[in-house]
């Protein structure tokens, strides 16, 4: 199919309105080749670097070739499984899974999408403690699913008729609004550790340790939503790590699967997984847990799990933290503040109009951002944990030209 082609069908049957979005925004892109950090428009004519990773799916970049060499070598003995036997591949990724978690947490429950994985969480807390109310934040995403979906913002749901009784949110990083959210029938609260969609808000230093203290005097339980900050994204192996607090459950996506194999995990209290000894089989995936994902997922832990790993991403992190600094000085005062833990990282701007044009005017200077879709001021930037230094400075210097245009614009506007 020639490019055009492709782009009607996908218009005529796929989605029309993403066509439209996107053709109004001026990025003309349909996904081609794509290998470590960068992507090529279908055409090839132009490439981008990744900096949003599709929120962190994409941490080792694009066909990572070891685990491209691990799926191959799988799949001349392995298929998806049979989720009701025991399997070898889920044992080793569970116990590679409760190895860089917190002690005492060595159940996994596996799942497909994180929105399945955050319903999986749910159900788990309010089996465990026979409660039903889950208190989530404001502006928050957790997933599309029936649970997940209602703990997220209100955008996502009430166009669906997808609101639950039960479900109630307060504003992030707001320790007080929690406590007085809590009640003698709340289950569970469930943070996404930092809210992407939300535009990167780094909470306090105390705030989860707050958390914690007040879950733990109510009898709730603590979900942390990992999708996102999980495996290295925040400089540490789990980003809660950085706030010293053991949450009860995990929930690990997204980069999980390697881009390569839908892979999704429930990291589990122990007590939390008697849960399922009455019946074992009353929580069911098909696929969640697949032999094959289960294969990538490991040679994903095994890349994440290097020394050497976890220092470079705080290296880059550095490096963008010197460089967005830089660009603040010169840029100022339309970009205020870089939101970083790691490269768990948005640029907050002054306004809401600049998020979606610096996504425009990145694409035109060849990166590929995302402003956050709950606060448009902010650009979410999430380049691949891998790469190399003179990457990050060519990131930079196309960050630069994106503020240039984007400046030039916002003032010849107003
Ligand atoms: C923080 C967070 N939680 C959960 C999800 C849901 O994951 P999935 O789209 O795989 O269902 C997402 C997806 O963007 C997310 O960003």
Redesign the pocket.
Known sequence: MTKQEIVESYSRHVSAGKVKFFQEAGIDFVFGKREGPYVWDIDGAHRLINCHSN?GVFNLGHRHPEIIQAMRDALDSLDIGNHHFVSEQKAILAQMLAEKSPPGMDCVVFGV????S?DTAIKIARKATGRRGIVSAQGG?????GL?IAAGDVRYREPFYASLPDFSQVPFNDANALQQALHDNTAAVLF?TIP??LGMPIPDEHFYRQVKAACEKNGSLLIM?E??TGLGRTGMFWGIEHYRTIPDMIVT??GLGGGLYPM?AVIVQNELARVFDEDPFAHISTIGGADIGCVVAQKVIEISSQPEFLSHVNALAELFSRGVAGLIAKYSPFLLEFRQKGLMSGLKMARPELGPLMTRTSFDAGLLCIYAGNDPSALQFLPPLNIEFSVAEEILERLDTAFREAVKIVKTDS
Not at 113 to 116: I, L
Not at 141 to 145: M, R
């Open positions: 929120g999408s994180g929105g399945e955050i995403y957790h997933g599309h699913t997940a996404e992407a969609t939503d999708v996102q996506a997204k999704t």
